[in-house]
């Protein structure tokens, strides 16, 4: 499927959620309760067969927290991106993704490491690179006068 | 004090000490010092410790084309308690730093350390904007030899472990002793 | 202070918990494996990571564009080349800039040279770990030719930084192709060796064969790509499916296996390297003329938006994104790495082997742990 009608068929899965072309590939946000219903769709559905998670990355747009997922199927190699943002900064949660894709494991690990971004029914939701002492270190507001020598 | 009771500041060039040497001192003492240090540093058996891309040049000069063994570096020990010198290659950061200061602990005298690499000696590339990489690697374990380059040439690091053997001979029972103590007291 | 850590699911009375602690010589670098074992029979292993934890990512958000190509050099350090190319394409494809044909000639030799160097060191390591110390010195021995290459004309050995956004650092130095070919004819003849090493010795077929298998739809599910994947028969060569350079100009074969064993994990790169000597000898006799780099504006500003990349590494499919606000500084640089993605099917394919295969199973891996860290 090309873009346009990847964004055709993902507003029929789930019309609350907004898609559209972006530079490279087709995008698509998502609300936050939403996303593991679609992603499963998206897995199972015959047409789509995103069988293949390509890559979850956590950013910090300054005022919101997000997440962006990469899918890819193997047997069409159409690809699709599925965002998620929240602007809840204190506690933010998404549903986690492992039951469908078990590279989301590690995945989600590392952003709920460095960004602090919780994901509900991980199996073992711990801290990766750092330990529990250290804040979220790739947030804007992260401040560490110790450690960080800037000239 | 006489040569060979030398300061670790006061070993400057290979001119004067090669001068030195040939100015004699004290027959008894010298011998026993002479066999021993011959022996300590003719075999300098490295741990195998390598973090990041330094360990690749390491490996590479154990390789055929630069051979470490022709200079006593015969095998890599595993386990410290077996190894006499630490080449510490590669970046260190937080989470490594108490692993590597009790590795060193672990190796029993005498021991030495040789920091290779940029990011060994200072923090290297990764000395700005980050949040856990340790500045040196002299801020956890006392330093005897530092090599430049990163990564520093094959030839680059056997020059550094050459100037470490120079450094073993200049030492004497009394002064080996005077280091310990001011090593433990860090 | 960090609490203890203690591996999860020891379900029986007579598992024990040991720790192949971060320095160690068989875990190609700092990877600390806590594994419950039963008897010899491992039952759960653990990765625990972070101890090379340098922080690429958020440093790269207070560098330019030409500064973040020196930090990607020391990720997977093998595959230096490849890694600079992804960011340049990554900046290129964002600024729009045209690259010339010599270019993206010259960029495709260096990532075959590269693969194949990255695939001689594999070999050395492995065998090395399982047991046989001649294959370190004759992998390695070999292996001095290619960074010889790299000496005479990128200017160092390892960590060269040899791409740049706009095209390269240098020319071609005038004995470039001479001692290419020169390479391509005495590796020919020290490949077979290889083979009469390894691959045909029973002790090694012994260890290997049967061991760690992983099925298609596992490879699938878990993200595997890279030769661990090729050889469970999942297609994902990024050189074929989105040809990237001058890929889209070579004949090659994609080694696929069905097997998904540690052998056939290593026997795919010894081939791989045959196929990246092809794709060198199509290539280097028709090295077009034209400059050497393009010129881009001295601060490079990338224009709003997200932009992706992913070639093909030594070890995988590697990404690359960028999320740019219109400043000299990008706003977030994610690095999709294929060894973090790789580690994370080492619990599932080793249960239920002995402790010994499992260093087999991780050395045929091939994991390379400053790029699982970052």
């Not at chain 2, 500041?9 to 030195?20: I, K, V």
């Not at chain 3, 625990?48 to 440093?59: D, F, T, V």
């Not at chain 3, 600024?95 to 040279?113: C, G, N, Q, W, Y």
Request: proline share 5%.
């Amino acid at each position: 499927m090309n873009k346009p009608e990847l964004i055709q068929f993902v507003k029929t899965l789930a019309p609350d959620c907004e898609a559209k072309e972006g530079k490279q590939y087709a995008e698509a946000l998502v609300p936050g309760e939403s996303l593991h219903d679609l992603a499963g769709k998206l897995k199972e559905n015959e047409e789509s067969l995103f069988d293949f998670l390509v890559c979850i990355t956590g950013v910090d747009y300054g005022k919101e927290l997000g997440c962006i997922y990469q899918l890819r199927s193997t047997k069409y190699s159409h690809n699709l991106i599925l965002k998620v943002k929240t602007s809840d900064r204190e506690n933010p949660n998404f549903d986690s993704l492992t039951d469908l894709w078990k590279s989301a494991d590690f995945l989600e690990r590392e952003v709920y490491d460095l960004l602090g971004i919780k994901f509900n029914n991980h199996p073992d939701l711990r801290r990766l690179f750092l330990d529990n002492s250290w804040g979220f270190p790739l947030r804007k507001d992260y401040v560490d006068d110790v450690n960080i020598v800037t000239k | 004090m006489g040569i060979k009771g030398m300061k670790k500041g006061e070993f400057n060039d290979n001119e004067s000490l090669e001068l030195l040497k040939e100015s004699g001192t004290n027959v008894l003492l010298t011998t026993i010092d002479d066999v021993i240090n011959w022996g300590r540093k003719n075999s300098l058996w490295p741990l195998t410790f390598a973090t990041s891309c330094c360990g690749i040049e390491m490996m590479a000069t154990g390789a055929p084309r630069h051979d470490f063994a022709r200079f006593g570096m015969e095998v890599y020990r595993a386990s410290p308690r077996q190894a006499d010198v630490i080449v510490v290659a590669g970046t260190i950061v937080n989470k490594m730093a108490p692993v590597l200061k009790r590795l060193y602990d672990q190796m029993s005298e005498p021991k030495y350390v040789v920091a290779m690499g940029a990011c060994a000696i200072s923090g290297g590339p990764f000395f700005l904007n980050s949040y856990t990489v340790i500045k040196g690697v002299e801020h956890v374990i006392p330093v005897d030899v530092y090599i430049p380059g990163c990564p520093p040439r094959p030839e680059a690091l056997l020059y550094g472990m050459l100037q470490l053997q120079r450094m073993i001979e200049t030492e004497s029972i009394k002064s080996r002793k005077a280091r310990n103590i001011s090593h433990n007291e860090e | 202070m960090e609490e203890p850590v203690i591996a999860k699911a020891i379900n029986e009375e007579e598992e024990y918990v040991i720790n192949m602690g971060p320095q160690h010589p068989s875990t190609h670098g700092v990877l600390r494996l806590v594994v419950s074992l039963k008897g010899e029979i491992v039952k759960n292993v653990e990765p625990h990571l972070g101890y090379i934890h340098r922080g690429i990512e958020k440093m790269c958000e207070s560098i330019t564009y030409p500064q973040i190509i020196h930090l990607t050099d020391r990720m997977d350090y093998l595959s230096a080349h490849i890694n600079n190319e992804a960011v340049c394409l990554a900046v290129e494809k964002a600024t729009e800039t045209e690259i010339p044909d010599r270019i993206k000639v010259i960029r495709t030799i260096m990532a075959e040279l590269t693969r194949i160097q990255s695939h001689q060191l594999f070999w050395a390591s492995f065998g090395m770990d399982l047991g046989g110390l001649t294959c370190f010195f004759y992998g390695l021995r070999d292996r001095e030719k290619v960074l010889d290459i790299w000496e005479e004309t990128c200017g160092s050995r390892m960590l060269v930084s040899y791409n740049c956004p706009g095209g390269l650092m240098f020319d071609l130095h005038p004995n470039f192709q001479k001692s290419v070919k020169d390479f391509i004819k005495y590796f020919r003849k020290k490949l077979p060796e290889y083979d009469q090493l390894l691959t045909g010795n029973v002790i090694f077929r012994e260890r290997t064969v049967g061991i760690g298998k992983l099925s298609l739809e596992d490879a699938i599910s878990y993200g595997i790509t890279g030769p661990t994947g090729r050889a469970s028969g999942f297609s994902c060569d990024v050189r074929k499916h989105e040809p990237y350079s001058a890929y889209d100009r070579v004949k090659f074969n994609e080694i696929l296996f069905s097997e998904g064993d540690t052998f056939h994990r290593y026997y795919s790169r010894i081939l791989e390297m045959k196929e990246s000597m092809d794709i060198l000898e199509q290539l280097i006799d028709n090295i077009p003329e034209g400059p050497f780099a393009v010129k881009m504006k001295p601060i490079i500003k990338l224009p709003e938006g997200e932009y992706y990349q992913r070639v093909e590494t030594a070890r995988g499919e590697l990404g690359v994104y960028i999320l740019s606000d219109g400043n000299k500084n990008p706003l977030r640089v994610k690095f999709r790495s294929p060894n973090f993605v790789n580690l994370g099917v080492l619990n599932h394919i080793s249960k239920n082997f002995k402790i010994a295969d499992l260093v087999a199973i991780s050395g045929s891996l091939d994991l390379i742990i400053p790029d699982i860290d970052r």
